[in-house]
């Protein structure tokens, strides 16, 4: 063997100070979340759909002379033409206008239905679970039994007191929509509640709307989005469901439920008319739960890499 | 230390928990210690003892009982005014055992170390309290570069000094290190032991050192507590109590210290303890009592003669 002569050796120079050094770029959370979302290819796909529909659901009732309520009774039914892109329905009004149109109301139930979810849902159970115990008990059997009710009963109950409308429709669907958010941030905090960073804030004195606000729902976050966006397709769906019974939005506003149900009597002859609703209701749902999909393997931090 | 000084008074401290079918765990049952001011406690025992639980209650994580705990004469668990007990909560702080568990993945290292800052309003602008986080970072071995970065890029090190430096920002008297060490690599263990060392000579602070690495709590602790299953069987000076153990549950932990010389390791014995070998009278009174100056034993009034003719 060689011998590698003494003068070849040189003392490494160690640098404490180098040690601590950290070389990865700093990546906050969200960003990591970003990163791995924009990976997942499906996910990608529906949120792209999902800002298609929403910028349809604004422009789209522009695009076309047409109004959403105008009745032309000398061109009902007719089919999809350069004219009338989607067709027309039974009294002639323009159903491309009438699909965007009701895109907005039917996205807006979504929506405000799943952030009133979000708001009661998240202060429900974020105190029941912090609070324990008693309190605990008390406010998620108060859930229980709101959750017991018959669903469709309640609705109907209230479409008759109320009488129809929009804010009929999302006082429904939040009435015990929520109990599913609060029953999942409920889980979260318990079990964040005794995490040690926590208790450090808690020896540190801090108090419980600050320990409730920057340590337990931004990490129970990862859930609560997940649930969120799985909401909203199910006030869709719901919409279009109740909508179907005759429960949905009063005349001459359109939803897509409405529309749907008015366009199944006239399947035989007239297709399009449900044709159009139908699949535009399949598309937002689908592309929720993709989008929703996507979050929850994106924010979850056991997968980062 | 010329004249000791009663920082913390524990008295006859109980923390039950109900875990329901009326079932009662005696975590702590009737613990009495006092812990001198700029010393440091070292608190030993097996897993389940009762070690961390005793630190929680100290600080007010749980509600105790039974049993008063003092800070500086003002007892930590009697109703308060909200000025009060931030006050109290200033000057007690404490050290997780779990590093990856004790510091909030969405906070950056500077918003963790400035919680404290915060909520106690301890700086007027955010210069002075950006200042004092690189203050801190600096004084736990960090640089300041790692004040916008998240935890989840440290090492279990240096997020135990992160964690260090966040119960240091509100200059506290007192801190409970529970298990610091414990979840951290051996090369590390020194670092994190001599970083507090070295804390206690600039600050003055006052540590209760909860662990169940015997050797290490024997290099840090100036006096050790044993605790067996919720109570604390014996306490003393930590050379004392290396040299003289009376209590047969301190002998047996003793001797399942490894030796570093394969020689003596090889010829080792582990004493096993064993409860029933006290043979205890019904109705016999236990009590912590004191053998020696300053060396306590949880006995029974005739094993009391016995240790005391056995020490002299």
Known sequence: MQQIPKEMFQPASVDLSEAEKISKPSLSYWKDVSIRFRKNKLAMFGLVLLVILVFMAIFGPYMTKYDYATNDLMSTNQPPSAKHWFGTDELGRDVFARTWYGARISLFIGLAAALIDLFIGVLWG??????????????????????????????????????????????????????????????????????????????????????????????????????????????????????????GVPQPLASWGTMASEGVQALQYYPWRLFFPATFICLTIFAFNVVGDGLRDALDPRLRK | MAEKQKLI?????????????????????????????????????????????????????????????????????????????????????????????????????????????????????????????????????LNREHAN???????????????????????????????????????????????????????????????????????????IGVMYFGKMVELAEAEELYRNPIHPYTKSLLSAIPHPDPEIERTRRRTIYDPSQHNYKEGEQLEFREVALGHFVLCSEEEYKKYKAMYS
């Open chain 2, 149 to 223: 970065r998240y935890p989840h890029e440290f090492s279990g090190g240096q997020r135990q000094r992160i964690g260090i430096a966040r119960a240091l920002a509100v200059e506290p008297e007192f801190v409970i290190a529970d298990e610091p060490i414990s979840a951290l690599d051996v090369s590390i263990q020194a670092q994190v032991v001599n970083l507090m060392k070295r804390l206690q000579r600039e600050k003055g602070l006052t540590y209760l050192f909860i662990a169940h690495d015997l050797s290490m709590v024997k290099y840090i602790s100036d006096r």
């Open chain 1, 126 to 247: 974020g105190i029941a679970g912090f609070r324990g115990g008693k309190t605990d008990e008390v406010m998620m059997r108060i859930a229980d039994i709101l959750w017991a009710v018959p669903y469709l009963l309640l609705v109907i109950l209230l479409m008759v007191i109320l009488g129809q409308g929009l804010g009929t429709m999302i006082l429904a669907m939040t009435i015990t929509g929520w109990i599913n958010m609060a029953r999942i941030v409920r889980g979260q905090v318990l079990q964040l509640k005794n995490q040690e960073y926590v208790l450090a804030a808690q020896t540190l004195g801090a108090s419980t709307s600050r320990i409730m606000f920057k340590h337990l729902i931004p990490n129970a976050m990862g859930p609560i989005l997940v649930t969120l966006t799985l909401t909203i397709p199910s006030a869709i769906f719901t919409e279009a469901f109740l909508s179907y019974l005759g429960l």
């Open chain 2, 9 to 141: 008074e524990i008295k006859n401290l109980k923390q039950y928990f109900n875990v329901g079918n009326g079932q009662v765990i005696k975590a702590v049952d009737g613990v009495t210690f006092d812990i001198y001011k700029g010393e440091t406690l070292g608190l030993v025992g097996e897993s389940g003892c009762g070690k961390s639980t005793t630190g929680r209650t100290i600080i007010g994580l749980y509600q105790a009982t039974a049993g008063e705990v003092l800070f500086n004469g003002v007892s930590v668990h009697a109703k308060k005014s909200a000025k009060e007990l931030k006050e109290l909560k200033r000057k007690m702080q404490m050290i997780f055992q779990d590093p990856y568990a004790s510091l909030n993945p969405r906070m950056t290292v500077a918003d963790i170390i400035a919680e404290g800052i915060d909520i106690h309003g301890l700086a007027k602008t955010k210069e002075e309290r950006m200042k004092r986080v690189y203050e801190l970072l600096e004084t736990v071995g």
